[in-house]
């Protein structure tokens, strides 16, 4: 083994040729001899797999024969393999961070065709990575402790499920939940596909765990607002709504709503989508949690006219839970991770007017359905139309909002499931003759397509074509009767189907919100509005912040199993960071070259992170490591070039753009 | 330089969490586009020194690219708004030096945006055929070898002229 001179740069360039990836649309033979070329290079290489274990050794292996001490490596995107060889390189005795990757797959082979130029510009780039990385430095990673609490925004089914993974983990978790209670689109739903079990039997008891968890900070009617810092130590400000009633206090007796002036329920009731009533203090379904009532106060006699009677305070009693006094109120947090879980929307029908949802009352949305079939719901369970009839002959119209140009172009993965589901509970509840509309029947998943069967068999219609005109029937106007028009497109005609109710199978929707939600955490979102994963296969709970984590139908549209399986991934996660303990951080942050500081303070107010300041017996600027997050902008701006940034120093930089504009 | 076989030269400079990002979904992608583009890649945008920039066109660039996060996205929360500042100020400099300001442009792109790389850096090459080359390294030998002229012909006329006594 030689051991070269340290001031000596003995470079190593290996270009990949990814099987065909690379190998196909360029070529790496050419490349290797331009490179062999260039001052400072040692050796280089092409393999087939440089990322395979046999690639590593073979970088390895040279590093120790060759006296290699700088290592270039072209072949996929940084952001996929850069850590691989780094540590392959660390393995070998050199500083990590003696090791470049230069992007040919992603930015070169895969999206350009002319074989010839996609050569001349790996060759460009990697010129460029090979002036740069003879000028880097040896740096070391910082290690950054995690504070070991979780926060989890957003209480339905993906929520919950991942707080009590980790509070049974013996992890503090910070559940959040923007409606007065937890439970989400979950518990609002009746039976579950496909096994029909009902939605409240297998919820509520993981709510009341939530409930009663002694590791679970539930705060329910609360809303994140702030969030500052980064992973492994956030600021979170969490503001909580006033309910108007005193949560330690009431003991969910619900003698206050019995006891409330207002002796009938007259207000639309949220949680049933308006289809049931509410007094202006209510609990938002039996079994919420916490169990805790709250006073509407756009309802409420005492906010409107201060001159109640109160008897819902007399009610209460020595309890003294009542607060009409109550105001908003912000608890500060500090969490080591945060789980995301904060669902979806269902696609709002009025935007498709054509169905007639909010126009003929006899339209209903799967979810309204779905509160009509609860035995808890406003009619007991049972469907009675708003006219106080059971229907007779149902239509269920699938993709409403989904697989459509106008709304939204994507799948909405539930729909034709649950449709089904409907199909089936409404026949069971009404006998009703039941027409399912599909573009396409989609049941993937275990269990699905047997479900489909059994409820195929039952004896229901399945019409394959889209449901084009709904208008009233002129046969039968006066009972809301409604005739829909639709293209039967396996038999090639035009069928007019009577019905008495069209239930409307709407899709999920990234929630109104969702873009001031990302903002709040720094995330991405898709083209279809959902957060975007780090990685579509390999990250799929990891979002693009670090150490925030995504759970549930907020990252795209998913059945109940797919939720669980997701949040329990976002829990194991953010657990196994906690565990841990520490992140490393990339060491690119900034340093201040004293020597050359005039302390003229400019760069301190560009800090984003207040992370400069002026050392006041030097007159120096100061940056504070562990506060910098490496982003540069200081150094960009610093009129006497005092600032230098690891992994990215001026003259790094500036060699690389005279490499990469070098032509082969 | 022949005519005709000139390829336009682009530097593009993106961070690493919006732009960078979405040029590596362009390629999962498999979009296809103009291979001019070279990347650089800077944590932030906002790191991009506007003599980096002014380096890059001295040294051969035709056109020079910043992408970075939407506003209100940057991941270091305000960096491209520092960017979009230089940006203009880099645009009028050039303007002032007699340097198309198209030849500079800056873009917002989203981690999620493979598609605007393609139209971008595609849009972009044309607008440089457009123009055609910039090549200020040639320029720069040019008026070297305008100044060595000059100042043989100065030694000359020294030379020439009878020195007083």
Known sequence: MRTPRPDQVRIGFYICHCGTNIAGALDVGEVVNHVAGLPGVALARDYKYLCSDPGQELIQHDIRDHGLNRIVVAACSPLMHERTFRRAVEEAGLNPFYCHMVNIREHDAWVHTDRQEATAKAKALATGAVRR????????????????????VGGGIAGIHAALILADAGKRV??????????????RFDKTFPTLDCAACILTPKMSAVGAHPNITLWTYSEV??????????????????????????TGCLQCIEACIYHDARFPDEFNLGLGKRKPIHLPFPQATPPVVLIDPGTCIEFKTGKCKKTCVEACADRRAIDFQQREETRQIQVGTIIIATGFQTFDPRRIPYYGYGVFPTVYTALEVERLLNAAGPTGGEVILRNGKPPQRVGIVHCVGSRDENTNRYCSRVCCLYSLKLAHLIKEHTGAEVYNFYIDIRTPGKGMEEFYNRVAEEGMHLVRGKVADVYPDPADPANGRLMLQVEDTLMGRILKVPVDMLVLSVGLEPRADTQEVRRKFNLCCGPEGFFLERHPKLAPVSSYAEGVFLAGCCQGPKDIPDTVAQAGAAAAQALALIVRGYTEQEPNTAYVREEDCSGCKSCIPLCPYTAISLAADKQKAFINEALCKGCGVCVAACPSGSIGQNLFEDEQLLSEVEGVLTYA | MREGN????????FCNWCTYTAADLAGVSRLKYAPNARVIRLMCSGRLDPQLVLAAFARGADGVLIGGCHPGDCHYLEGNYKTLRRFRLLRRLLRDLGIEEERLRLEWVSAAEGEKIRQVVTDMV??????GPLDLPGQFRQWDQEVETLKAQVVEAERLTPQPA
């Open chain 1, 174 to 187: 910070y559940l959040v939940e923007r409606e007065p209670t937890i439970g989400g689109h979950m518990a």
């Open chain 1, 133 to 152: 990385v003879a000028l880097h430095k040896p740096l070391e990673t910082k290690k950054v402790p995690i504070h070991g609490e979780v926060l989890v």
């Open chain 1, 225 to 250: 607002t702030q969030v500052e810092g980064y992973v492994g130590n956030f600021n979170v400000t969490v503001t909580r709504k006033p309910r108007y009633v005193i949560e330690d206090a009431c």
């Open chain 2, 126 to 131: 044309e607008t440089l055929r457009a123009l």
């Open chain 2, 6 to 13: 000139w390829r336009p030269r682009i530097v593009a400079f």
